[in-house]
């Protein structure tokens, strides 16, 4: 165990639970595929069927059904049945924030304008 800093005045922020851990780094994994980012991303303002996210993507209609379904069991995705048909949606706003601000950090490195708080 550490010793607590005592300069500063400032205490260490506790850490997050185990199962919080797990939960954000199997989150982050799921993003970290360049198919399911992009599904993610068109997701976040509407819901999709599979076949428009196929034509959007140009993923095949197979591996994209698989990344809904990964992104789903992670709980970054939620599906809603309209007939026969399932449309997808970004589960809520603290995903959608979190991909927004990773490509926008990824702006940030390929353009190479300042970062900013």
Request: net charge neutral; charged share 25%.
């Amino acid at each position: 165990m550490y010793a607590p800093q005592e300069s500063g005045g400032s205490h260490p922020q506790d850490l997050p639970s185990d199962a919080h851990v797990d939960a954000a780094a199997t989150a982050l994994r799921m993003l970290g595929d360049p198919t399911r980012l992009r599904l993610i991303w068109l997701l976040r303002d509407a819901e999709m069927d599979v076949s428009t996210l196929v034509a959007a993507t140009g993923a095949a209609r197979p591996a994209v059904s698989q990344h809904l379904a990964k992104l789903r069991l992670a709980g970054l995705v939620r599906v809603r049945r309209d007939g026969r048909h399932a449309l997808y949606s970004v589960r809520g706003g603290h995903v959608r924030r979190l991909v927004t601000e990773i490509v926008n950090a990824a702006d940030h490195q390929l353009t190479g304008e300042p970062d900013h708080d």
